[in-house]
């Protein structure tokens, strides 16, 4: 049996100027859904908050501009929002979404973030992050996605592949997700 062992992963240096979005500083998440469907497919209203922590300089005469830009499944702008309020180092702002398509494992639909750090009207950084709108709750009578009611039917998967190895391969995790689907598998 081989364990894995090194490097079996994508590794990247990133080298970046003074003031930008922190390394894993970009967090969005669904904080309100009005006018779900019976079905959990959409919501009326969905509020989804973002919080960009910053890495800024520790002298600084002005403030930064952070803006967020969110696009449906075909590319259309759905919600945006602008803050120069950063005179701490995180931005918290919230995006309000009309009619928004829901994320499930059924229906996995996402919505493309994209995040800009601006010095007045030079861009300084560009972030894009896919999200799904969704609402996750947990209660006395179990859990609930986007107010339906589910039960996790999964299995314990290693991130290895077994006899191919721990170095991350598409199309044999892709057969993997694809037969765990097929037998019924969501977690």
């Avoid at 894993?24 to 904080?31: E, P, S, V, W």
């Avoid at 995006?95 to 994320?103: E, K």
């Avoid at 950084?125 to 896919?130: A, K, L, Y």
Wanted: proline share 3%; hydrophobic share 35%; aromatic share 8%.
């Amino acid at each position: 049996w081989y364990p894995g062992a090194g490097l079996y992963r994508p590794v990247r240096l990133l080298l970046a100027q003074q003031a930008g979005i922190k390394t894993f500083g970009l967090f969005a998440r669904t904080t309100r859904l009005d006018g779900i469907t019976a079905d959990g497919r959409r919501a009326d209203i969905a509020l989804l908050t973002v919080n960009t922590e910053l890495r800024l300089p520790a002298q600084r005469e002005r403030k930064y501009t952070v803006r967020h830009v969110l696009r449906n499944a075909a590319g259309a702008e759905v919600s945006s929002a602008a803050t120069d309020d950063n005179w701490g180092t995180e931005t918290c702002q919230v995006l309000r979404i009309t009619d928004a398509d829901l994320w499930s494992p059924e229906h996995p639909t996402l919505y493309t973030l994209t995040t800009e750090l601006l010095d007045g009207d030079r861009l300084l950084e560009t972030r894009t992050t896919t999200t799904g709108i969704r609402l996750a709750e947990y209660d006395q009578n179990g859990f609930k996605l986007n107010g339906v009611a589910r039960k996790f039917k999964g299995v314990c998967l290693h991130h290895d592949m077994g006899p191919i190895g721990a170095a991350f391969n598409k199309s044999a995790f892709r057969r993997q997700v694809r037969l765990l689907k097929d037998i019924g598998c969501d977690a």
